[in-house]
Protein backbone atom coordinates (compact mmCIF):
# COMPACT_ATOMS: atom_id res chain seq x y z
CA UNK A 1 0.00 0.00 0.00
CA UNK A 2 0.64 3.15 -0.62
CA UNK A 3 -0.23 6.47 -1.07
CA UNK A 4 -1.30 7.80 -4.45
CA UNK A 5 -2.47 11.09 -3.97
CA UNK A 6 -3.83 13.87 -1.95
CA UNK A 7 -6.57 15.57 -2.68
CA UNK A 8 -7.43 19.44 -2.00
CA UNK A 9 -10.90 21.41 -1.86
CA UNK A 10 -10.76 24.38 -3.80
CA UNK A 11 -13.32 27.21 -4.72
CA UNK A 12 -11.78 27.35 -8.26
CA UNK A 13 -9.56 25.16 -10.12
CA UNK A 14 -8.25 27.75 -12.15
CA UNK A 15 -7.28 30.29 -9.67
CA UNK A 16 -4.97 27.54 -7.48
CA UNK A 17 -3.57 26.09 -10.26
CA UNK A 18 -1.37 29.21 -10.36
CA UNK A 19 0.00 27.94 -7.11
CA UNK A 20 0.47 24.55 -8.11
CA UNK A 21 1.59 24.90 -11.44
CA UNK A 22 3.64 28.60 -11.27
CA UNK A 23 4.97 28.33 -7.80
CA UNK A 24 6.32 24.90 -7.43
CA UNK A 25 6.15 23.59 -11.11
CA UNK A 26 4.28 20.76 -10.94
CA UNK A 27 2.74 19.20 -14.55
CA UNK A 28 -0.87 19.70 -15.13
CA UNK A 29 -1.76 15.95 -16.11
CA UNK A 30 -5.73 16.59 -16.89
CA UNK A 31 -8.52 18.31 -15.89
CA UNK A 32 -12.04 16.26 -15.83
CA UNK A 33 -15.26 16.59 -14.62
CA UNK A 34 -16.87 13.81 -12.51
CA UNK A 35 -20.32 14.30 -12.63
CA UNK A 36 -21.43 11.63 -10.75
CA UNK A 37 -19.60 13.00 -7.85
CA UNK A 38 -20.49 16.52 -8.68
CA UNK A 39 -16.85 17.24 -8.82
CA UNK A 40 -14.05 18.72 -11.21
CA UNK A 41 -10.41 17.59 -10.83
CA UNK A 42 -7.41 18.90 -11.70
CA UNK A 43 -4.74 16.03 -11.67
CA UNK A 44 -1.16 16.93 -10.84
CA UNK A 45 2.07 14.93 -10.82
CA UNK A 46 4.55 15.28 -8.26
CA UNK A 47 7.16 12.72 -8.09
CA UNK A 48 5.59 9.27 -7.22
CA UNK A 49 1.91 10.59 -6.33
CA UNK A 50 -0.25 12.98 -7.33
CA UNK A 51 -1.78 16.02 -6.07
CA UNK A 52 -5.97 16.04 -6.95
CA UNK A 53 -7.42 19.91 -6.50
CA UNK A 54 -11.01 19.07 -6.27
CA UNK A 55 -13.74 21.60 -7.21
CA UNK A 56 -17.59 21.42 -6.29
CA UNK A 57 -19.62 22.15 -9.42
CA UNK A 58 -22.78 22.88 -7.61
CA UNK A 59 -23.99 22.82 -4.52
CA UNK A 60 -24.89 19.61 -4.04
CA UNK A 61 -20.71 18.56 -4.45
CA UNK A 62 -19.57 17.13 -1.20
CA UNK A 63 -16.42 19.32 -1.88
CA UNK A 64 -19.29 22.34 -1.41
CA UNK A 65 -20.02 21.47 1.93
CA UNK A 66 -16.37 20.70 2.87
CA UNK A 67 -15.57 24.00 1.80
CA UNK A 68 -18.31 25.73 3.40
CA UNK A 69 -17.42 23.77 7.02
CA UNK A 70 -13.78 24.01 6.88
CA UNK A 71 -12.92 26.05 3.81
CA UNK A 72 -10.10 25.19 1.19
CA UNK A 73 -7.45 23.08 2.11
CA UNK A 74 -6.54 18.90 2.37
CA UNK A 75 -9.81 16.82 1.55
CA UNK A 76 -8.44 13.34 2.17
CA UNK A 77 -5.74 10.91 1.57
CA UNK A 78 -6.01 8.35 -1.06
CA UNK A 79 -4.18 4.99 -0.78
CA UNK A 80 -3.60 2.68 -3.68
CA UNK A 81 -4.57 -0.90 -3.15
CA UNK A 82 -4.12 -4.65 -4.87
CA UNK A 83 -7.96 -4.94 -4.41
CA UNK A 84 -10.40 -2.43 -3.28
CA UNK A 85 -13.27 -5.07 -2.55
CA UNK A 86 -10.99 -6.70 -0.01
CA UNK A 87 -9.85 -3.34 1.77
CA UNK A 88 -13.65 -2.68 2.21
CA UNK A 89 -14.16 -6.09 3.85
CA UNK A 90 -11.10 -5.97 5.68
CA UNK A 91 -12.81 -2.50 7.31
CA UNK A 92 -16.15 -4.15 7.54
CA UNK A 93 -14.95 -6.89 9.94
CA UNK A 94 -13.42 -4.11 11.89
CA UNK A 95 -16.75 -1.92 12.29
CA UNK A 96 -15.04 0.94 10.54
CA UNK A 97 -17.92 3.31 9.05
CA UNK A 98 -17.76 3.36 5.04
CA UNK A 99 -19.42 5.83 3.22
CA UNK A 100 -18.96 3.06 0.12
CA UNK A 101 -20.23 -0.23 0.53
CA UNK A 102 -19.22 -0.95 -3.31
CA UNK A 103 -16.34 0.42 -5.06
CA UNK A 104 -17.44 3.43 -7.88
CA UNK A 105 -15.58 4.70 -10.65
CA UNK A 106 -13.48 7.93 -10.05
CA UNK A 107 -11.92 10.55 -11.95
CA UNK A 108 -8.47 7.97 -13.16
CA UNK A 109 -11.02 5.46 -14.41
CA UNK A 110 -10.23 3.37 -11.82
CA UNK A 111 -11.79 1.44 -9.03
CA UNK A 112 -12.17 3.90 -5.98
CA UNK A 113 -14.20 3.89 -2.24
CA UNK A 114 -14.20 6.04 0.70
CA UNK A 115 -13.92 5.51 4.29
CA UNK A 116 -15.99 7.59 6.46
CA UNK A 117 -13.43 10.14 8.69
CA UNK A 118 -15.33 8.73 11.84
CA UNK A 119 -13.56 5.28 11.50
CA UNK A 120 -10.20 7.17 10.41
CA UNK A 121 -9.76 9.58 13.45
CA UNK A 122 -11.08 12.35 11.48
CA UNK A 123 -9.18 11.93 8.08
CA UNK A 124 -11.50 11.01 4.76
CA UNK A 125 -9.62 8.08 3.24
CA UNK A 126 -9.74 6.82 -0.17
CA UNK A 127 -8.76 3.15 -1.75
CA UNK A 128 -7.71 3.44 -5.48
CA UNK A 129 -7.05 0.02 -7.33
CA UNK A 130 -3.68 -0.40 -9.23
Same mark, same amino acid.
Given at each position: ?25 ? #? @????? #?? =????? $? ?24 ? !? ?11 ? !? ?11 ? $? %? ?8 ? =? ?9 ? !??? =? $?????? @?? #? !? %? #??
Amino acid at each position: MKIEHIGIAVRSINERLLIWKELLGL #E @LLYIK #EV =PDQNV $KVAVLECGALHVELLEAVDDKSPIHS !FIEKRGEGIHHLC !FEVENVEHMLERM $K %TQNAKLIDEV =PRIGASGKKIA !FIH =P $KAMGGV @LI #E !F %T #EK
